[in-house]
């Protein structure tokens, strides 16, 4: 794209200090953690984390900034770049509902058959508790909208549930993530239907 500046995180890109819901709306995608793309974890602490952001000596603040982004309903959290928790404007709702949805040959071929009966189970019933391996195939593969819920016990559980009704065709909604994400620095192949 001509005259298109990448951005990375860099401290000078002016992200440092800024409410994670800003620096969302202004890239449309933010990685949890990653050492050159933009993310929650970089723009808290200021600093590129390699391993796990629960070790790092602020993250506790890191915690509890994603609870404020994830409760301001602005974001939804799936795995679309490197396989990574990316965490999904409301305004690349409808792209990431029209990709979700579509059941094209890069989300199907290869399925397991235990995916497979799950995804049946999710479309039939909209809204299913689950983990395992299963699980995890449907969200790579973007079949699934899944998040974490706390239960009265404490727990953590993942809820899977059917995407909304699409407004936008796989291509459109497939072109806007791509646009998006460029726009951040990932290359086309770190997304799933790229691979």
Request: no cysteine; hydrophobic share 40%.
């Amino acid at each position: 794209m001509e005259g298109h500046v990448v951005r990375k995180q860099t401290r000078q890109d002016g992200l440092t200090g800024r409410s994670l819901a800003v620096a969302l709306e202004e890239y449309g995608l933010l990685l949890l953690q990653d050492k050159t793309l933009p993310s929650v974890v970089g723009i808290i602490t200021e600093e590129r984390v390699a391993g796990s952001w629960w070790l790092h000596p602020r993250s506790q603040e890191i915690f509890r900034r994603l609870g404020e982004l994830e409760a301001a309903g602005d974001v939804v959290a799936t795995k679309l770049i490197g396989g990574k928790v990316t965490f999904v404007h409301r305004r690349l709702w409808p792209a990431l509902a029209g990709v979700g949805s579509a059941r094209e040959e890069w989300q199907m071929r290869g399925l397991s058959p235990a995916a497979r009966r799950l995804l049946a189970r999710v479309d039939g019933e909209k809204s299913v508790h689950a983990s395992g391996a299963p699980a995890k195939e449907l969200q790579k593969r973007l079949l699934v909208d899944a998040h974490e819920e706390h239960t009265a016990s404490g727990k953590h559980v993942t809820v899977l549930k059917s995407w909304p009704r699409p407004r936008l065709a796989p291509a459109q909604g497939r072109r806007q993530l791509e646009e998006a994400a460029a726009a951040i620095g990932a290359k086309a192949t770190a997304l799933p239907w790229r691979k």
